[in-house]
């Protein structure tokens, strides 16, 4: 569960925007600029009013081994009970507490979805407290002293049954947030700060 979240050396790379704009203009492209397969584009969209695409991902929290399949946008926006479900998976799972995700995180996770097919993302670590974040930069390296984890904006994970090397390189191909990729741990972070990389070299 490490992060480079606040980190600004070793191979991070950075653009001068400010994260919040590009990470908008970013996600405006991303329905033209990813090549959604007929398999991607029938589970974004499901039944209902035709014309109508519905954001759906699906999770398994590999510390508390709980479920979750949701749709959490449509073409009117967020679904707010749906964003409420995600916020409670994603919270710290030692201590209890959840705080609002940046929802921007689930967009991401959509359109890597979208690109590279796959199921169900395995959530290494969501949320962190403060006090969590302490604990594990104790004992543990990599750990950033500000990060983004703990503003909910940050997310580690793995995509069942695709690489998580080819996972890291389409998600740097976005071009939208940070990226880090952690092979011997095998999961990738993502967050919605400014663009930048970090971690192993990619295949």
């Known amino acids: 569960m490490a992060d480079h979240s606040t980190h600004s050396h070793g191979t991070t790379q950075r653009k001068t925007v400010p994260h919040r704009r590009l990470l908008l203009k970013g996600l405006a492209a991303l329905p033209l600029a990813l090549p959604f397969s007929s398999a991607s584009a029938a589970t974004a969209r499901t039944a209902g009013t035709a014309g109508t695409t519905k954001y759906q991902l699906k999770f398994r929290h ?4 709980e479920l979750l399949d949701v749709v959490f946008r449509d073409n ?4 707010a009970p749906a964003i409420q479900r995600m916020n409670w998976l994603l919270r710290d799972h030692r201590s209890g507490e959840m705080i609002h995700m940046d929802p921007q995180l689930f967009d991401i996770l959509h ?3 979208a690109r590279c097919g796959g199921e169900t993302f395995e959530i290494i670590s969501g949320y962190r407290s403060p006090l969590t974040n302490a604990s594990l930069r104790s004992h543990r390296r990599g750990v950033a002293k500000n990060s983004l984890h703990m503003d909910g904006r940050a997310i580690d994970v793995r995509l069942v049954g695709f690489d998580t090397a080819r996972l890291s390189q389409a998600a740097v191909d976005l071009g939208i947030g940070g990226v880090g990729y952690y092979p011997r741990a095998d999961f990738l972070h993502v967050d919605t700060g400014d663009f930048r990389t970090w971690g192993a070299a990619r295949s």
Do not use: P
């Open 62 to 65: 590999t510390h508390t081994d």
């Open 76 to 79: 009117r926006g967020y679904i």
């Open 111 to 113: 359109a890597l979805r």
